[in-house]
């Protein structure tokens, strides 16, 4: 069991939580994530780390509501446990100075850029961040980039301009590269549509490129072969081959079809829950 | 054939009714039905049967407790050689083995084993038969145990019956490795593994979840922390068959497949919270075990369901319990098949199968005959969900991140034949890890043996 020990609604569909494991904590590093069990009927949830605590033996995770799992996990309060947490799991970022490294991050994707971006710039990287959101009131860990992670800079954009630069975070990878500015490496974390377009991008400019990919994952040890993905015309598990790969060799088009599998699957159960919970908490 | 030369039958559930659900298939034997089937064994001199299991239970001994009405001694005897009697009876392939050689299969049926020895377990399990099982003086060496599966419960069992302090390490949530997330339910209930699982527990074994040893824990912590280590991580690695389509939708590996339905009890979504996607048509390519639960489960999930095998059924390596109960329940066996791709639609879901008949060689070294595909035969059939099932490898992740400890190839554990210990010191290994996809007996034995061999070390 592993209480929650911190919750915070950061806006309509990102909440953060903050719980007890003290075995992750000590042990987890940037890029690699967890799996999470609520309860007996639950099933095996792939998070990313925010944020953690070796003192504490905390760890913490924003997660976005989307299925009727993550739904429910924002039900739970502070105080509340959660049966299993286990990681870390799958391979940790190459952190190392590396020269100049523009971190993306797409939505919910943008908390695991912290972690990233702050270990690279302490590794001596001049490191730039840019974030993407839909509108201004879902953009999160802004100041925590800034302050904490001490990157160089931080570039923000939303998709209607409601915030920073409106458009996408390719248009401002686009002009650091036009800009002429020497870009020694490209990390992107966030939904695949946009990892293929900095990869493409990227691609043509010789900047070495990592992603973080987003697969289906069941147990997250190997033994499935759910989250089966293409790179370099090999058949690698994003589970523990990854989540990261080089980008310029993922065959993103196959990835984007094998995400929407259960889709039909996390809508029934979706709307059930929200019929049983009497759509209290939308 | 008279009488006494024909077995007595195993009480089953009707092929319409438990297609329906996930529940046992065979009830098993009553006490009277178990004693009369017990009394058919001829008590031969040699007793083959024993040699012909990988344990060496001493089966005239317990079949003539059973014939006498002794059941607590006949449990006795049992958990000398074997800790999960209840899953043995219901999983081991019996006619390959003690069955294979009873003397009564001369004149008529072999005596049935299998079914006597499960009559044993769930007999004592239903009547609160079992006791406290000794343990020998409390020794102070540390053993950790790699894997949940029958391998290294019969490990830990052993050495905690000896007084050693046990832990096992195991990487999923739940207990019981192939038992728990592979072997469906109609065959292999839940509550029964749980059961034979508790026993560990009044042994002292200490079981820690969630530890994924080469991921979250790395081998030289337990090496600090213990004084001998068995690996038992099983070959759970899905095979592919590396052609074209394998990435649609609806395309699964057995393990993914299994693994959803058992472990995760996808057949109860959306009361539990992992689905699997619906299925009208199934097929299922493979034939062994693993093969015939894929599309016994798909049957259950309301499909039709279909083996593809380049081969003939009775080239099966399948328990024959399993064939049969696959074939009453309608799945259908499309035998002297080879798919060779799968076809998609627009959205990448599958549709088809591309199939090409076979033809039967000469046996090859095996002993099987080797399936050639016949050019001109190409066709497809329509299927929405396939499901792989032509065997399993070891997981790399224990390998690849456990120093000194040397493997094959394919990923096998390379042991001493003779001290069962890897190339690293201290550290031993069986079961699947060792052998590859095998059987739990087998898995079993080895975990017997090796247990022989820690003690042997740590003295
Ligand atoms: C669907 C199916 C049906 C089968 N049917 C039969 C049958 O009817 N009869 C029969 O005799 N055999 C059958 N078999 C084969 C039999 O189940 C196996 O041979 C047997 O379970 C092997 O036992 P094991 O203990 O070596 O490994 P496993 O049962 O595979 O257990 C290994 C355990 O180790 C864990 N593990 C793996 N890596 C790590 C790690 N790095 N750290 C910690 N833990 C780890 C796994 O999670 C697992 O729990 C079947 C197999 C399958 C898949």
Redesign the pocket.
């Given at each position: 069991m592993h209480k929650i020990t911190e919750k915070e609604r950061m806006n309509e569909e990102m909440t953060r939580i903050e719980v007890e494991a003290p075995l992750v904590a000590k042990k987890i590093k940037p890029g690699q994530f967890i799996v999470i069990r609520m309860h007996e009927k639950g099933e095996r949830i792939p998070l990313t780390l925010y944020k953690k605590d070796e003192e504490e033996g905390t760890i913490q995770m924003i997660f976005q509501k989307v299925g009727k799992s993550t739904h429910e996990l924002d039900t739970y309060e502070e105080g509340d446990e959660i049966l299993d947490v286990v990681g870390p799991m799958g391979t940790a970022a190459e952190i190392k100075d590396y020269g100049t490294v523009v971190c993306i991050g797409g939505g919910v994707g943008t908390p695991e850029v912290f972690p990233l971006a702050k270990a690279l710039k302490e590794a001596g990287n001049e490191v730039i961040v840019v974030s993407g959101f839909r509108t201004k009131d879902l953009v999160i860990c802004e100041p925590e980039i800034e302050q904490d992670a001490c990157v160089d800079e931080l570039h923000i954009t939303t998709d209607d301009g409601s915030y920073g630069r409106e458009g996408f975070t390719s248009h401002v990878l686009e002009e650091l590269i036009e800009s002429d500015k020497e870009i020694d490496l490209v990390h992107a974390v966030g939904p695949p549509i946009m990892m293929k377009v900095i990869a493409d991008i990227t691609e043509p400019h010789d900047i070495p490129t990592r992603v973080s990919l987003n697969s289906i994952m069941l147990?997250a040890?190997?033994?499935c072969g759910s989250c089966r993905v293409e790179v370099g015309g090999d058949m690698k598990l994003a589970c523990v081959d990854g989540p990261e790969f080089d980008a310029h060799e993922v065959n993103f088009e196959e990835l984007m079809q094998r995400i929407t599998m259960f889709e039909e699957k996390e809508e029934e159960a979706l709307e059930r829950w929200k019929e049983e919970h009497g759509g209290c908490c939308q | 054939m008279s009488p006494e030369e024909e077995r007595i039958k195993v009480p089953e559930r009707s092929p319409e009714e438990r297609v329906n659900d996930f529940h046992e298939v065979p009830l098993g034997y009553t006490p009277e039905q178990a004693m009369e089937e017990a009394q058919r064994c001829l008590e031969c001199a040699k007793s083959p049967c024993i040699g012909g299991c990988p344990v060496e239970i001493d089966i005239p001994k317990f079949v003539k407790q059973i014939a006498d009405g002794e059941f607590q001694e006949a449990l006795e005897t049992l958990k000398e050689f074997n800790c999960i009697p209840a899953i043995?009876g219901?999983?081991?392939?019996q006619e390959e083995q003690c069955e294979e050689v009873c003397v009564m299969g001369n004149v008529g049926d072999p005596i049935n084993i299998g079914k006597l020895e499960r009559f044993v377990a769930d007999y004592a399990r239903e009547n609160d038969l079992e006791e406290t099982p000794e343990i020998e003086e409390t020794k102070e060496e540390r053993v950790a145990i790699?894997?949940?599966?029958?391998?290294?419960?019969?490990c830990a069992a052993m050495l905690a019956q000896n007084g050693y302090q046990v832990t096992i390490?195991?990487?999923?949530h739940?207990?019981?490795?192939?038992?728990?997330?592979?072997?469906?339910e109609f065959?292999?209930p839940n509550d029964v593994i749980d059961h034979e699982l508790e026993y560990l527990d009044e042994l002292g074994v200490e079981m820690r979840m969630n530890?994924?040893?080469?991921?979250n824990?790395e081998l030289k912590e337990l090496k600090d922390e213990h004084d001998a280590i068995y690996?038992?991580?099983?070959?759970?690695s899905p095979r592919f068959l590396g052609f074209e389509g394998e990435d649609l939708k609806g395309v699964y590996s057995?393990?993914e497949f299994?693994t959803r339905i058992n472990l995760m009890k996808a057949y109860k979504f959306p009361e539990y919270d992992t689905p699997i996607t619906d299925m009208e048509k199934v097929g299922v390519i493979g034939a062994?075990?693993?093969a015939?639960?894929?599309a016994r489960s798909a049957l259950r999930m309301g499909a039709e369901s279909h083996i593809l095998y380049r081969r003939t059924t009775e080239w099966s390596p399948?328990?024959d319990e399993?064939v049969e109960h696959a074939k009453q329940e309608g799945v259908q066996f499309d035998t002297l098949c080879n798919p060779k791709k799968f076809k998609g639609d627009e959205d990448g879901w599958l549709e088809e199968i591309v199939l090409y008949e076979c033809e039967l060689e000469e046996p090859g070294e095996d002993g099987r005959p080797s399936p050639t595909v016949l050019e001109d035969t190409e066709h497809s059939e329509e299927f929405d969900t396939a499901v792989i099932?032509i065997g399993?490898q070891?997981?790399k992740?224990?390998y690849e991140?456990a120093e000194g400890v040397d493997v094959k190839e394919w990923g096998g554990i390379i042991i001493d034949e003779d001290t069962r210990m890897t190339t690293e010191e201290g550290v031993f290994a069986?079961?699947?890890?060792?052998?590859g996809?095998?059987?739990?007996?087998?898995?079993?034995g080895?975990?017997r043996e090796a247990a022989k061999s820690i003690m042997e070390y740590l003295e």
């Open positions: 147990d040890t190997g033994m | 043995t219901r999983v081991c392939p790699v894997g949940s599966g029958p391998s290294g419960v019969t390490f195991e990487a999923l739940e207990p019981g490795g192939v038992l728990k997330y592979g072997i469906p065959r292999l530890r994924i040893v080469g991921q824990i690996v038992a991580t099983g070959a759970g057995a393990n299994l062994g075990n693993v015939m639960d894929a399948a328990r399993e099932a399993q070891p997981n992740v224990f991140n069986g079961g699947d890890a060792v052998s996809a095998a059987t739990v007996i087998l898995a079993m080895d975990g």
